[in-house]
């Protein structure tokens, strides 16, 4: 459990935290398609420009496919890119769902991702199909990076998602897998909560089940 006295409102942030991840299974699939450009030395290994341009809703899904397409093979189609790039994009189990529902009833539940298009359509798809219910309906308001234009860590991405969701900054818990984010999050004047390896949602809001 975690002390949640003052706090009104939850802001989520999505792959990590409830959205089960493996962005070696995107690795994997552009090197299949003949990628030997994606890989670095951070937990992700996408570091052309074109990924960040996409996430922050600056280019088109075309013209992402396109971007990416001059780092693989000739001949990848459209569907190939989307499939290697969705690959990573795993499930959200069934008691984080129930965990979500519960906390719903009690506090202002917010999602916070940075995200990009094509992810957000086969997330919310898969959720879809998982659950019988849309993602969204465990939230108050939902956002992503490529809706709103600025991604996380940028503490001007909190401050819009402060504007937007009109919370109240001291009264608002912000929950992400990344440091850095989480220290930005503070920066924005919320509270914020670095969700380390081997702690889970389920586990740390267990009584709301």
């Known amino acids: 459990m975690i002390k949640l006295d003052g706090i009104q409102n939850i802001i989520f942030d999505l792959g990590g935290v409830l959205l089960n991840l493996a962005p070696q299974l995107t690795l994997d699939a552009f090197r299949q398609l003949g990628s030997t450009e994606l890989v670095e030395d951070n937990p992700w290994g996408f570091k052309h420009e074109v990924f960040y341009k996409m996430e922050s809703g600056l280019v088109s899904n075309d013209e992402f496919r396109a971007g990416v397409r001059t780092m693989l093979a000739e001949g990848a189609s459209d569907e190939q890119i989307d ?3 969705t690959a990573m994009l795993l499930d959200i189990p069934k008691e984080r769902v129930e965990v979500l529902l519960g906390l719903k009833k009690q506090f202002g539940t917010y999602l916070f991702s940075n995200t990009n298009a094509i992810h957000v359509a086969k997330f919310q798809s898969d959720f879809r ?3 019988g ?3 969204s ?12 234009q600025v991604r996380k860590p940028d503490v001007k991405a909190f401050e819009k998602v402060i504007e937007l969701s009109g919370v109240v900054p001291a009264e608002t818990l912000f929950i992400d897998d990344s440091e850095e984010n989480a220290k930005s999050a503070q920066q924005a004047g919320l509270h ?4 380390q390896k081997g ?3 389920e586990k740390i809001f267990a009584d709301f089940r």
């Open 199 to 201: 702690m889970y949602v």
């Open 137 to 148: 309906s465990l939230f108050v308001r939902d956002y992503y990076s490529n809706e709103i």
């Open 133 to 135: 219910m849309e993602l």
């Open 129 to 131: 199909v998982q659950h």
């Open 83 to 85: 499939a290697a790039w």
């Open 192 to 195: 914020s909560l670095w969700l």
